[in-house]
């Protein structure tokens, strides 16, 4: 048995060490994506896509068991240029391999947002891809000489002129966007100001709400001089508008309700203008003198420097100033018919009162109302 294992002993001194020293298999990983590549005698060449980028990656590298590889494929996370792996078998022997692993140069060179930035307002005009064209309108009391805008382009991209150094639009302006492959793409942008008149008005009227103030003494759950009454209305335009006027309408002037007699005095009316999300976007007044025995109320936006975009909603509420200590009322005009279009947005109404320290500068004194209420707007397009 000594002698045995004697042999066995020897016949392992013996075996020959590995002499392999390839690399069995190499794979990019970036994300939730792996990328294989083929291997040749001592060489890995190959490409990615322009989307995967080269940068944030892991490298899974196989060798032969017994054999080493330098560097450690673990440490490597980017590949800026080519490199070598060394593979020594367990024999010693060493093996380059030359690895040269690139990213496709992108052929994207589009025109993705161009914003247009004004101390009023921004605006993302939509870019026509197919006829490599941006237009947009803007209110006269935007200076198209003197105007800030934001681009954006496909990734890699470059363009000129740059952006950044354009100020003037008074005249339609020419950019060319170069895909990193080195095609190109124009895009003119064409500014104007709005000068075309826009009327709109919603005057068909078969009811009648509460408007102001209250001086009842006998109404169910309504205290005197408590309570202060609005109305409003949702807006969609079809086109941008810059509004001029905006108009309401009452059906008469304000009275007192409980002691049936003419206010005869004037009021003042504050509009509020709030967006879909319900922020404000300004607030003005106008004044309504004693002698007003009904029909629409202009509040002038000249000065507001106003713009509002085509198919987004917009809400007017408007209501009587100091309308609870007044206790003066008029009658909202509205619309109860169904219908579509401008006239037929939601209408709102809102409810203020001092015994709950409430008031109608508040959103949250405010709710949707099924009429329709009588409005008129003037402005420009």
Request: glycine share 6%; with cysteine; hydrophobic share 35%.
């Amino acid at each position: 048995m000594f002698i045995f294992f004697l042999m066995l002993s020897c016949a392992s001194e013996d075996k020959p060490l590995s002499t392999e020293n390839t690399i069995q298999s190499f794979v990019i990983t970036k994300g939730s994506i792996s990328k294989e590549f083929n291997i040749s005698e001592n060489s890995i060449i190959g490409k990615v896509n322009s989307e995967f980028e080269l940068n944030q990656i892991s490298l899974a590298v196989s060798i032969p068991k017994g054999a080493t590889i330098s560097p450690d494929p673990t440490t490597i996370t980017s590949i800026t240029g080519p490199f070598t792996f060394i593979i020594t078998a367990e024999n010693g022997e060493n093996k380059t391999y030359n690895i040269s692993i690139e990213r496709e140069l992108s052929i994207e060179n589009s025109l993705l947002e161009f914003s247009i930035n004004t101390p009023y307002f921004s605006t993302s005009p939509t870019i026509d891809q197919q006829n490599g064209s941006i237009t947009q309108r803007l209110p006269q009391f935007v200076d198209l000489t003197n105007l800030n805008v934001t681009i954006k382009y496909s990734k890699y991209a470059s363009i000129s002129p740059d952006p950044n150094i354009i100020k003037d639009y008074s005249s339609p302006v020419n950019f060319t966007v170069k895909s990193e492959s080195g095609t190109e793409r124009v895009y003119q942008v064409k500014l104007e100001h709005m000068d075309i008149d826009r009327f709109e008005s919603c005057s068909e009227a078969n009811a009648w709400k509460w408007f102001g103030g209250d001086d009842r003494t006998n109404a169910p759950d309504i205290l005197p001089y408590d309570r202060n009454v609005g109305t409003g209305q949702a807006i969609k335009l079809v086109k941008d508008l810059t509004p001029l006027t905006f108009s309401i309408h009452l059906r008469e002037g304000f009275s007192y309700f409980g002691a049936d007699t003419r206010y005869n005095k004037a009021v003042t009316l504050k509009l509020i203008i709030r967006d879909q999300e319900g922020k404000m976007l300004t607030s003005t007044t106008t004044d309504v003198p004693g002698e007003f025995n009904g029909g629409f109320i202009p509040f002038n936006l000249e000065k507001l420097n106003l713009f509002l975009e085509a198919d987004k909603t917009y809400v007017f509420y408007w209501f009587l100033v100091n309308g609870e200590s007044l206790g003066v009322y008029a009658g909202s005009s509205g619309n109860t018919n169904d219908g579509s279009g401008f006239c037929f947005e939601s209408g709102y109404s809102g409810e203020s009162k001092i015994s709950k320290n409430s008031n109608l500068e508040e959103l949250n004194t405010w709710y949707k109302h099924e009429w329709h209420f009588n409005i008129q707007l003037e402005g420009k397009e």
